[in-house]
């Protein structure tokens, strides 16, 4: 495949946002995340109202982003894919409550992919302004006021999993993104 223009999201791409989110629950509240089952991309239309504060709380402590956990395969993905002669990105969308998220998603790009990515972060909050082949995202709608240049491949995950007709990556699977690298 000729070099491509590659956007990467990074939560739920790269870093595994729903492990950190279960992590920190426990950690602050001393029980499990209490989530019957995945269904929704939203963790909050997952879970009773009643928590859905101590949900933004957790979102916007200090150190939540920063303690994200890689997700499985992730970060080798993304080295593979610029090492493969693609321009890779990570473009991701800040929290409304950015005051820890921006800087913590830097200093995790940095301490899972090393300093030579922070170059490569590009902050939107909305994605369809931002030039690219294809981006890789676990949201199953991504809107905006623009008409997308780049094509959307899913993410896989359990909560988007209703999204058909989309190219669906899994990096655990090489043969969902293998074409990537020929
Ligand atoms: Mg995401």
Redesign the pocket.
């Known amino acids: 495949m000729a070099a491509k223009l590659i956007l990467l999201?990074?939560?739920?791409?790269l870093a595994d946002?729903e492990q950190g989110v279960r992590q920190r629950w426990q950690l602050t509240y001393q029980q499990p995340l209490p989530l019957p089952e995945r269904r929704h991309f939203y963790l909050r239309e997952d879970m009773a109202p009643q928590y859905h504060q101590q949900l933004t709380q957790i979102y916007s402590s200090k150190g939540f982003f920063a303690s994200l956990p890689p997700m499985n395969q992730g970060i080798q993905a993304a080295r593979r894919l610029l090492e493969a002669g693609h321009d890779v990105r990570i473009c991701?969308s800040p929290i409304d409550d950015y005051h820890y998220c921006v800087s913590e998603k830097f200093d995790w790009v940095a301490r899972y992919l090393g300093d030579e990515w922070l170059n490569r972060i590009i902050l939107a909050k909305d994605k369809t302004w931002i030039r690219g082949d294809i981006l890789i995202?676990?949201?199953p709608m991504i809107s905006g006021s623009l008409k997308p240049q780049w094509q959307h491949w899913i993410?896989d995950q359990p909560y988007n999993r209703n999204a058909t007709n989309i190219h669906r990556v899994n990096w655990q699977k090489p043969e969902s993104w293998s074409e990537l690298l020929q």
Do not use: E, I, P
């Open positions: 999201d990074q939560d739920g791409v946002f991701t995202d676990d949201k993410c």
